[in-house]
């Protein structure tokens, strides 16, 4: 190979069966947006105190979440949710995934890695999640249950 040649970054290079899933290995994209795009990713990045790498890269977590099925009987409808409680979307899709955990005493205990997962959500966002519905009174955090997780005590709503 020539001095000249063009060589694939280490990145660039296929993986082989045995590397891929391993956690050292980190890709980057770039997205490309408009100026004023731009600036509403900024002005979002603003108002939750993080940074606009932050933002995007928490939205793109949640890209490759599946979806859960929807609950026999009648699906929770988040997004009307939301709406009626005046909470995020995604704080109404952690609800919904407490409701489907909790027990006959309304309690909820769950690591926080699956109930994010439930809620088809990046577990960096959770703790502005709960604290949401905390301030809406809709779900009261019951205590650390150790190795279980944490305890939700999940309010009905009608």
């Known amino acids: 190979m020539s001095d000249t040649a063009i060589r694939p970054a280490p990145a660039m290079r296929g993986?082989?069966?045995?590397?891929?899933g391993r956690a050292d290995h980190w890709y980057r994209?770039?997205?490309?947006?408009?100026r004023a795009d731009n600036a509403r990713l900024e002005a979002m990045a603003r108002r939750e105190k993080v940074?606009?790498?932050?933002?995007?890269?928490?939205h793109f977590e949640t890209?490759?979440?599946v979806p859960r099925p929807a609950a026999p009987g009648g699906a929770?409808?988040?997004?009307?949710?939301?709406?009626r409680h005046g909470v995020p979307l995604p704080?109404?899709?952690?609800?919904?995934?407490?409701?489907?955990?909790?027990?006959?005493?309304g309690r909820a205990v769950v690591k926080h890695e699956p109930l994010a997962t439930a809620a088809c959500i990046a577990i960096s966002y959770l703790a502005r999640c709960i604290d949401a519905l905390e301030m809406r009174d809709l779900v009261v955090r019951d205590g650390f249950r150790g190795v279980h997780g944490t305890a939700y005590l999940v309010r009905q709503v009608p």
């Open 91 to 105: 704080a109404a899709r952690v609800y919904g995934a407490l409701c489907q955990m909790m027990g006959e005493d």
């Open 29 to 34: 994209f770039t997205v490309k947006c408009g």
């Open 51 to 58: 940074s606009v790498t932050a933002l995007v890269q928490r």
């Open 15 to 20: 993986l082989t069966p045995s590397d891929e």
């Open 63 to 65: 890209l490759l979440s």
């Open 76 to 83: 929770f409808d988040a997004a009307e949710f939301a709406q």
